[in-house]
């Protein structure tokens, strides 16, 4: 893309792999990885690549870690299509356990070998997915990581995650096009003396697992900089398999143009901005100041069931990343208008709803439930009709904040009148003892997908259903 001096002005950090400079105490067996990873790209309309899942010895930091990784790197290469570009993707599992992948918010088919997470792939095996994406699918940011039920958060909080992005209008706007463009995939970690990632406690997993350490592309605190005047375009994801990061940038207000599953009709700008497990936001920050650090923090959130994860730093900010100015350059404007997005149409059918709720107690200790059961992999819990539109209302009767997140189509949040938000998401966090609306159309693909807590311990331990969309 755009090249000046041979430097590129995308700056992907989060193709950055963890090692950079060598002289780790086992850089021997460390993986290898460039600083800053350019995508992989299509030609000529088809993306043939292949990743390896294994796992190996990486560097976060100062720490060294023995981690599961995509192709020796974390987070895993960063993928880019246009709309209508096909992927051929061989997975090829060197670990010894199963896996396969999720490609996270996509609208493609859940059918093999699409995004079919139902399938699994032994350890030392391999499978082709292939799948094209339709010719309006909205641009913004998408991601994989395994969806093995039963193992899903640890494979995810081992490393298992990269970026997916689709180029589209809302890149084209002049203002957005100028802006320096920072991926920041958000993923924590907990790592003992060892460097092992411990298995957590059934307490632990009942909360969701949590780590002390935080990265953002790999990194521990990276410095991001910006010219006075400048724009800012960050592309934030959360990674994390439980975490809530509730998120402020010191001294400047954060200019939202895109949600989960593309980009605003126009700039919305807020002080803070709460991104749950799966989540993603698009976001401008303008070089208003004339020099010096700001943090981009974390800021305390309590999810719920006086949660022990945050291992007593709840009520601490901690800082993420550092924004950093340096020079100058002549004033950039936040964009006027973004993309048309249009309101989903009312729908005739019932409103369907869906009762969460923390409770069961099953031979594997605490079991989460959907409307009363838990998963079951040949068993269809909501049939819908391909091409309809339906309210869904998420009923959350537990203690603990739940992200709802559904696979295949995107959706609009209603607001507490009914009125449908000017947004794409594919998670809607349902705060505990609360109940939350979306609407949906059941667009272009038949078969079946699944919808669950993205809280990814409590979908193991069974919050997760499956949906047959019927032609
Ligand atoms: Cu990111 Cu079904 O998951
Ligand atoms: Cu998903
Ligand atoms: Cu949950």
């Known amino acids: 893309m755009d090249n000046t001096c041979g430097l590129t002005r995308r700056q992907l950090i989060c193709g950055l792999a963890a090692i950079g400079q060598s002289g780790g105490a086992i850089a021997a067996g460390l993986a290898n990885g460039a600083d800053e990873k350019e995508p992989w790209r299509a030609e000529d309309g088809l993306l043939s690549a292949s990743l390896e899942v294994s796992q190996r010895w990486i560097r976060l930091g100062e720490t060294s870690v023995h981690s599961f990784v995509f192709n020796g790197q974390f987070p895993g290469p960063p993928i880019e299509l246009q709309p209508g570009e096909t992927l051929r993707l061989r997975l090829r599992n060197l670990l010894a356990e199963a896996t396969n992948l999720h490609f996270h918010g996509l609208h493609v088919t859940p059918s093999s070998p699409g995004d079919n997470v139902f399938l699994s792939v032994p350890a030392g095996d391999e499978f082709d997915y292939e799948f094209t994406l339709p010719a309006d699918h909205p641009a913004g940011l998408f991601w994989y990581h395994p969806h093995v039920h039963g193992n899903t958060a640890r494979q995810l909080f081992r490393g298992l995650a990269g970026c997916f992005i689709v180029r589209g209008e809302v890149d084209q706007i002049p203002e957005v096009a100028q802006a320096t463009e920072h991926f920041l995939l958000l993923k924590d970690w907990a790592i003992d003396r060892l460097g092992e990632i411990p298995e957590p406690s059934m307490m632990e997993r009942i909360s969701?697992?949590?780590?002390?350490?935080?990265?953002?592309?790999?990194?521990?605190?990276p410095r991001l900089t910006l010219p006075n005047g400048g724009l800012l375009r960050l592309r934030l994801l959360n990674a994390s398999p439980s975490r809530i990061y509730r998120l402020k940038l010191e001294d400047h207000p954060l200019h939202l143009i895109?949600?989960?599953?593309?980009?605003?009709?126009?700039?919305?700008?807020?002080?803070?901005?709460l991104l749950s497990p799966g989540e993603r936001a698009d976001v401008l920050i303008q070089g208003e100041r004339n020099g010096g650090s700001y943090h981009l923090f974390n800021l305390p959130y309590d999810r719920g069931a006086g949660m022990m994860m945050s291992r007593g730093r709840l009520g601490q900010p901690e800082t993420i990343a550092t924004i950093s100015y340096e020079g100058a350059v002549e004033r950039q404007r936040l964009p006027e208008r973004l993309v048309t997005v249009e309101a989903l149409p009312a729908p005739k059918a019932e409103i369907r709803r869906f009762i969460l709720s923390e409770g069961g107690v099953g031979r594997l200790g605490m079991r989460f439930l959907i409307n009363g059961?838990?998963?079951?992999?040949?068993?269809?819990?909501?049939?819908?009709?391909?091409?309809?539109?339906?309210?869904?209302?998420?009923?959350?009767?537990?203690?603990?904040?739940?992200?709802?997140?559904?696979?295949?189509?995107?959706?609009?949040?209603?607001?507490?009148?009914?009125?449908?938000?000017?947004?794409?998401?594919?998670?809607?966090?349902?705060?505990a003892s609360q109940r939350r609306r979306f609407r949906v159309r059941f667009a272009d693909f038949s078969g079946r997908a699944v919808y669950h807590c993205h809280i990814l311990d409590h979908e193991d331990l069974g919050m997760m259903g499956v949906i047959e969309m019927e032609a």
């Open 208 to 221: 969701g697992r949590e780590g002390p350490l935080v990265t953002v592309g790999g990194r521990v605190n």
């Open 373 to 431: 059961r838990e998963f079951a992999h040949d068993r269809v819990d909501t049939r819908v009709r391909l091409g309809t539109v339906e309210d869904w209302e998420i009923v959350n009767l537990g203690r603990m904040d739940h992200p709802f997140h559904l696979h295949t189509n995107a959706f609009q949040v209603l607001d507490s009148a009914g009125a449908p938000e000017l947004a794409w998401r594919d998670g809607l966090l349902v705060p």
């Open 258 to 273: 895109g949600t989960d599953g593309g980009a605003l009709p126009a700039v919305r700008s807020v002080d803070e901005l």
